[in-house]
Nanobody, 116 residues
Framework: QVQLVESGGGLVQPGGSLRLSCAAS????????MGWYRQAPGKQRELVAI???????NYADSVKGRFTISRDNAKNTVYLQMNNLKSEDTAVYYC??????????WGQGTQVTVSS
C-alpha cells in the first residue's frame, strides 16, 4: 500500500523560505514520477512542480525561479524548496506519486501559510 507523508509546512512571512518533504513507502520509489500540488481555499488543486524518475523537472509558471523540486531515491523522499514566498502561495500542499501506468497516490497534505 502506497503511503506518502508530507512535512515541513507552517507559517512564514512574505519573502521567507520553507522546505517541504514527502517520504514515500510501499512503492519502488525510483520508478515513480513525483509531484507537488496545492489547493487554496475556494480553488481547484493545481500542479506546482513535478520530477520524473529520470529527474526531469517541470514547474508551474507562478513558481518558476522560486521553487525547486528534488528527489533522493536512497531516502524515498521528494522535496520542495520554496523561496521568496508570497501570500498567494498560501495553500495546502499535497505530495503525489504517479506510477508508469498513470495511477496516482496522494499524501494527506501540509498547510503553508504566508502572512505577515
Amino acid at each position: 500500500q502506497v503511503q506518502l507523508v508530507e512535512s515541513g509546512g507552517g507559517l512564514v512571512q512574505p519573502g521567507g523560505s520553507l522546505r517541504l518533504s514527502c517520504a514515500a513507502s510501499g512503492i519502488i520509489f525510483s520508478r515513480y514520477a513525483m509531484g507537488w500540488y496545492r489547493q487554496a481555499p475556494g480553488k481547484q488543486r493545481e500542479l506546482v512542480a513535478i520530477i520524473t524518475n529520470n529527474a526531469i523537472t517541470n514547474y508551474a509558471d507562478s513558481v518558476k525561479g522560486r521553487f525547486t523540486i528534488s528527489r533522493d531515491n536512497a531516502k524515498n523522499t521528494v522535496y520542495l524548496q520554496m523561496n521568496n514566498l508570497k501570500s498567494e502561495d498560501t495553500a495546502v500542499y499535497y505530495c503525489n506519486a504517479r506510477s508508469r501506468n498513470g495511477a496516482d497516490s496522494w499524501g494527506q497534505g501540509t498547510q503553508v501559510t504566508v502572512s505577515s
